[in-house]
């Protein structure tokens, strides 16, 4: 399960620490940011705005067909906008949908952009199936 809290820290998290320690990269985890509508805790921060975002494939809703192979060897088709994410629950009266959570990731990200910081968000899929792209895709952007 990847439950998310202080000080707790998810598997495709894990996967994007371990690229940054293999090239060398010193990175701050769960840094703290206030966006203005809410706070936020940037997965992965690198001085002096770098922001890697560590995305489990199904609880962001990726749209594209994925595979995590430690978990199956089944293709996962991909959300699309109307899927159920969360079914309700006492804090939320109505579903979250895929396209409830891929507007909230880009406001985010869009608030992290007009703060100045680079953002680079990573599928768990991809951080697992093709670490050597996400690292060439980090060192492209962070000079060590």
């Not at 962001?60 to 994925?66: F, V």
Request: hydrophobic fraction near 30%; aromatic fraction near 8%.
């Amino acid at each position: 399960k990847q439950t998310k809290g202080k000080n707790k820290e998810t598997v495709p998290e894990k996967l994007l620490q371990k690229i940054c320690n293999d090239i060398g990269i010193k990175f701050v985890k769960q840094h703290n940011v206030k966006l203005g509508f809410q706070n936020h805790d940037i997965d992965i921060f690198i001085e002096p705005n770098i922001c890697l975002e560590a995305d489990g494939d199904r609880i962001h809703a990726n749209p594209n067909p994925y595979l995590i192979p430690s978990r199956t060897s089944t293709l996962q088709p991909g959300f699309k906008p109307n899927d159920v994410i969360f079914g309700k629950s006492k804090s939320r009266k109505t579903p979250l949908l895929a396209r409830d959570k891929w507007d909230s990731d880009k406001k985010i990200t869009d608030k992290l952009k007009e703060l100045g910081y680079v953002v680079l968000r990573f599928w768990h899929s991809e951080l697992e199936t093709n670490p050597e792209k996400c690292r060439k895709k980090i060192l492209k952007f962070v000079k060590c």
